[in-house]
C-alpha cells in the first residue's frame, strides 16, 4: 500500500457509519447532528459576519445534514431560509426536520426567493445520489448558478457522483465554492470533473475512524515528506547499491525524450545510468549530463546480452524510442521478468503485439495517458467515455484498477487526475488539477525516469510509482509557471533537500 491517506467509497464510508452505529457507541442521528455542526462550523469560519443563507434540503440524509446546518446557524443569528424536497424513508433526516426552529417550504418554483441569497447549502444529495438531477432541479439549480452566490457543497455538489467525480445524467450541477466531506474523502472530490466542481474540500472529523474498513485499498498520495527515509542515501553503499537503470534511446533522428527520462533516474538517485540508443544515434546522444553512460544496442540480442549483467536494476523502455524500435525489443524487455517501466511508443507497440501480453507480469509498470489507455484498452476506455447515467459511474479508477487485473501490473493513468492502481487491488490518486504547466511535452517522459529510477533504487513497482508522481508534481511546483520538461529533473535537488532526503 502506498502511504496516503485513505480515501472512501460511498459504501465503504455507509459501512463505517453502520459499524459506528452497530458498536452502540453512536447514533445515525449523533452523527449527522456532528455531520451539520462541522459544516455550519465551517461556514461561520469562512464567512464570520451573518448573511442570508437559502439551504436546499434533500428527502435523505444530506438533506437532514442541511437541516442541521440551518438550525445552528439560525442559532447564531444568521437570516436562514430552508427549501426542502418531501422526506424520503431516512429516520434521522425527519427526526431533524421536527425539531427544525426555521420553517421548511417545499422546494420548487414557487418558493423560490425573489432576491438571491448570497450564501446557498447545497444539501440535496450527497452519497445517496442514484441518477441524474430532475429537469425542474436541475433548471433551478441553473438559476441559481447565474446569481454568483457563494456555495457550500455537503459532501459534494448534488449530482455529482461521489466515486468516480463524474455528473449523473447529462445535467449541470452547482459548482461548490467549499465542499465539507465527512470522515474521509471519496474518489470523487479529487477525480474528473469532481475536483474542479467541489472548490476546496474539508474533511470533518464525526468520530468514525476506527470503524473504516482495514487496511486502506484506495489513498490519496499529497505529503512527499513520507518519502525522505526511503530517498536519503544516508548509510552509504556503494553506487551499484543503488541501482543500475538502462533507458532505451531512439534510432538516429528521433528526438532526445530518452535523455530526459535518464536525466530524471539519475536525478532521483539510481547509482549508474545507462542510455541506449541504436549506434547511428550514438553521438546525437552523447550531449551532457556526462554523468550518464551511453551503450549501442541495435538489437533483441544486444539488449539480451547487456541485460545478462545482474547488477543491471531496472529498464525503461518507450520515451522517444519510436514504435517500431520499441516493438523491436519489448520481448526481450519483458522476459527479463526484471522490474521495467513501459511508457510512451512502448505502450502503442504493446497495443499492436497483443501475443506479448501475457508476458507482462508483476514488476511492470505502465504509465499511459488516456490515449495510449485507449490502444491498449479499448473495451475499458469506452465503458469510460459512456455516459454516465446511473451512480456508481464507472471511473478512472475503475478503469485503471481493471487495467491493472487485465495484465498483471501496476498502472499509471497520468492525468490531472493521476491514478495508480496495482494488480492486487491497491490503489491511490494524486490530484494536480493546480499544476497546467505540466501539459508540456517531455513531462511524461520524466516521471517514468523517475519511476524507472525509483525502481532501480529497490522501491516495488506500486510504491515507485506513486512517489515518481509526488515527485514529479513537486518538481513542477518548484519550477513554476513558465516551465518545461528539462526543467524538472533540474528541480530535483532542491525537492530533495526540502525533504530532508
Ligand atoms: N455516511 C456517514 O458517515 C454520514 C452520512 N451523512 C450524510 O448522509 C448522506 C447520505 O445519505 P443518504 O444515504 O440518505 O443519501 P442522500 O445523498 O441523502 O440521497 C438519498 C435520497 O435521495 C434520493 N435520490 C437519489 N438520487 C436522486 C435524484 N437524482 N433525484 C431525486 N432523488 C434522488 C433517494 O431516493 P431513491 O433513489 O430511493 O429514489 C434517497 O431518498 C451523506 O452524503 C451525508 O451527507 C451524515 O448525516 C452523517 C454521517
Ligand atoms: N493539466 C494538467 N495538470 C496536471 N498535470 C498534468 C496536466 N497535463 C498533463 N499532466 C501530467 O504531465 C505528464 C504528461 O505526460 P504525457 O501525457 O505522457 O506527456 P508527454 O508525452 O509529452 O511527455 C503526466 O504526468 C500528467 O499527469
Ligand atoms: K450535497
Not at 452502540?24 to 462550523?41: F, H, I, N, S, Y
Not at 441524474?132 to 455537503?154: I, Q
Request: aromatic share 2%.
Amino acid at each position: 500500500m502506498a502511504d496516503g491517506v485513505q480515501i472512501l467509497t460511498s459504501a465503504q464510508i455507509r459501512a463505517t457509519e453502520s459499524a459506528a452505529m452497530g458498536s452502540g457507541g453512536t447514533t445515525g442521528a449523533q452523527l449527522m447532528e456532528r455531520a451539520g455542526a462541522a459544516v455550519a462550523g465551517q461556514i461561520r469560519l469562512r464567512w464570520p459576519q451573518p448573511r442570508r443563507v437559502l439551504v436546499l434540503c434533500g428527502p435523505g440524509n444530506n438533506g437532514g445534514d442541511g437541516i442541521v446546518i440551518a438550525r445552528r446557524l439560525h442559532e447564531a443569528g444568521w437570516p436562514v431560509e430552508v427549501l426542502a424536497l418531501p422526506e424520503g424513508p431516512a429516520p434521522d433526516a425527519a427526526l431533524m426536520r421536527r425539531r427544525c426552529p426555521v420553517p421548511v417550504r417545499p422546494l420548487g418554483e414557487a418558493a423560490w426567493p425573489a432576491a438571491p441569497a448570497p450564501l446557498i447549502v447545497d444539501a440535496l444529495f450527497g452519497t445517496g445520489l442514484a441518477r441524474g438531477l430532475g429537469p425542474d432541479l436541475a433548471a433551478l439549480l441553473a438559476r441559481a448558478g447565474e446569481t454568483a452566490a457563494e456555495v457550500v457543497a455537503v459532501d459534494g455538489p448534488s449530482g455529482l457522483c461521489l466515486d468516480s467525480g463524474r455528473v449523473l445524467g447529462s445535467v449541470p450541477v452547482l459548482p461548490a465554492t467549499l465542499t465539507v466531506t465527512f470522515d474521509s474523502l471519496r474518489p470523487g472530490h479529487l477525480l474528473d470533473a469532481g475536483a474542479a466542481l467541489c472548490g476546496r474540500v474539508l474533511v470533518a472529523d464525526i468520530g468514525i475512524s476506527s470503524f473504516r474498513p482495514q487496511p486502506a485499498q484506495l489513498v490519496r498520495i499529497e505529503d512527499a515528506s513520507l518519502l525522505a527515509p526511503r530517498l536519503s542515501k544516508a548509510g552509504g553503499g556503494h553506487k551499484y547499491a543503488h541501482g543500475h537503470l538502462v533507458v532505451i534511446a531512439s534510432g538516429a533522428g528521433q528526438g532526445g525524450a530518452a535523455r530526459l527520462a535518464a536525466r530524471a533516474g539519475l536525478r532521483v538517485g539510481a547509482g549508474l545510468v545507462t542510455l541506449g540508443p541504436s549506434r547511428d544515434a550514438m553521438a546525437e546522444h552523447a550531449a551532457p549530463p556526462d554523468a550518464l553512460m551511453r551503450r549501442a544496442l541495435d538489437s533483441a540480442e544486444d539488449l539480451a546480452t547487456l541485460l545478462s549483467d545482474d547488477r543491471i536494476a531496472a529498464l525503461c523502455l518507450g520515451p522517444g524510442c519510436g514504435v517500431s524500435r520499441a516493438g523491436a525489443l519489448l520481448r526481450v524487455a519483458l522476459e527479463w521478468r526484471r522490474p521495467l517501466v513501459l511508457d510512451a511508443d512502448a505502450l502503442t507497440a504493446l497495443s499492436q503485439r497483443p501475443e506479448l501480453r501475457s508476458l507482462v507480469h508483476p514488476g511492470c509498470v505502465l504509465t499511459p495517458h488516456g490515449g495510449e489507455f485507449a490502444r491498449l484498452w479499448p473495451d475499458i476506455a469506452a465503458r469510460l467515455a459512456a455516459p454516465a447515467e446511473r451512480g456508481p459511474a464507472f471511473s478512472r479508477l475503475d478503469a485503471a484498477r481493471a487495467a491493472a487485473v487485465d495484465l498483471g501490473c501496476s498502472v499509471l493513468l497520468k492525468g490531472p487526475d493521476t491514478v495508480i492502481a496495482a494488480p492486487d487491488g491497491a490503489a491511490a490518486i494524486h490530484a494536480a488539477q493546480d499544476l497546467g504547466w505540466l501539459a508540456t511535452a517531455g513531462a511524461g517522459d520524466v516521471l517514468a525516469g523517475l519511476i524507472s529510477g525509483l525502481m532501480a533504487r529497490g522501491l516495488e513497482p506500486f510504491k515507485a510509482a506513486s512517489a515518481g508522481v509526488l515527485l514529479h508534481a513537486a518538481a513542477a511546483r518548484r519550477a513554476g509557471p513558465g516551465l518545461i520538461a528539462d526543467d524538472l529533473p533540474e528541480a530535483l535537488p532542491a525537492v530533495l533537500a526540502g525533504l530532508g532526503a
